[in-house]
């Protein structure tokens, strides 16, 4: 009985095998058909969409140089920007010396103003001394002119007295 077990299992492989064969080669060619038709099918998808991408590959090249050209432009006008920006910090810098200079002339300015002001509060308190000695010497010249009146009326008299002596003089001889 062992031997009809093992004869029947041997002869179920060979079958299994056999129809595992037969199978493969009936079912090839209807999978070659459908390989066929499916790579026809594919190949015609594929040339759409390679030509679709040829198509997107053209509108982004174009769409590419017209933004190496817009940044082109934009790098010149970037430059252009760069160095009206230098010039107008160089100005600031002029500007900002200028006033700073500005600035240290007021304080020399306000100096000179308080000097100005103290010499001239000085040559007013001259002009005010001057003038005080201008009323003195006044004053002076008046009591000069006063004694010199005084002195002449002296001289006059003294020769008046003279005049009487000598009259007297006379007078006795």
């Not at 017209?66 to 432009?73: H, M, P």
């Not at 308190?125 to 001057?130: D, G, P, R, V």
Request: aromatic fraction near 6%; charged fraction near 30%; glycine fraction near 2%.
């Amino acid at each position: 009985m062992s031997q009809k077990t093992a004869f029947y299992v041997l002869s179920l492989i060979v079958i299994f095998f056999i129809g595992y064969y037969y199978a493969k080669i009936n079912l090839e060619p209807s999978e070659t058909n459908i390989d066929v038709t499916n790579t026809s099918l594919g190949e015609k998808k594929l040339k759409e969409e390679l030509s679709e991408i040829i198509e997107n590959k053209d509108e982004l090249q174009t769409q590419l140089d017209d933004l190496d050209s817009q940044l082109i432009i934009t790098r010149a006008e970037l430059k252009t920007v760069q160095q009206q920006l230098i010039l107008s910090s160089s100005k600031s810098k002029v500007f900002e010396d200028e006033l700073s200079q500005i600035d240290d002339a007021r304080k020399v300015v306000k100096l000179i103003q308080e000097e100005l002001k103290t010499a001239n509060n000085n040559l007013i308190n001259m002009a005010k001394e001057l003038q005080q000695v201008k009323n003195e010497l006044q004053l002076v010249e008046d009591k000069l002119s006063s004694s010199e009146v005084e002195l002449e009326l002296a001289e006059f008299e003294l020769q008046l007295a003279e005049e009487k002596l000598e009259l007297n003089k006379d007078i006795k001889y």
